[in-house]
């Protein structure tokens, strides 16, 4: 695809991840989305088939720290933007696509969240690795903090659709993280 291709692409993503954020994922409509986007509904069926396909890209797509780790970009750097991802996602509703999740999981697509999150834990996994290896972090075991990570965050981001978080709550979520990692925020404790 060229260049304006790709942007026609990632406009009909951005558009539907609004709208699946704003009313869940049975509600959201190909027509919708034609207005939101401004797409004639044979455009935006260039691109996509349906709402399934288009959401399960939306939950596909993934912080991309690989190329981030072979630059040798300091861990800490990466797990900070990491963190600010999730803490913007944490306090605002707006962005939360629990409820679309939710109802895309009880549609039968448990294979794709079995991958979305195998990926998730490896990608953390990796990060987590890289930054023992650099010296900038702690963890005892990758894994079982990759997991801790991943899963409270899934929990603070499935609960802020429902209820407001005061900003002390993603606070706590990354300084938690940075504790549980980041060398010089284990000793600042001490």
Not at 34 to 51: D, P, V
Request: proline share 1%.
């Amino acid at each position: 695809m060229g260049s304006k291709s790709e942007r026609t692409k990632e406009r009909i993503l951005q558009e539907a991840c609004r709208l699946f954020a704003q009313k869940g994922f049975q509600a959201v409509t190909m027509t919708e989305i034609c207005e939101k986007t401004g797409l004639s509904r044979g455009g935006l069926y260039r691109y996509y088939a349906g709402t399934d396909q288009i959401f399960s890209e939306i939950l596909s797509q993934e912080y991309q720290i690989s190329d981030r780790i072979d630059k040798k970009e300091c861990a800490s750097a990466i797990l900070e933007d990491m963190l600010e991802e999730i803490r913007n996602e944490i306090m605002d509703k707006q962005l939360s696509l629990s409820l679309a999740i939710y109802e895309y999981a009880n549609l039968g697509n448990e294979e794709l969240f079995q991958k979305i999150n195998e990926n998730a834990k490896k990608r953390w996994t990796n990060l987590i690795r890289y930054g023992i290896e650099t010296g900038e972090f702690h963890a005892q075991d990758p894994q079982q903090a990759a997991e801790c990570i991943l899963y409270y965050y899934q929990g603070l981001r499935m609960w802020s659709r429902v209820i407001s978080f005061e900003e002390l709550t993603a606070e706590n979520y990354v300084k938690t993280i940075r504790q549980m990692l980041l060398k010089n925020e284990a000793n600042r404790i001490k």
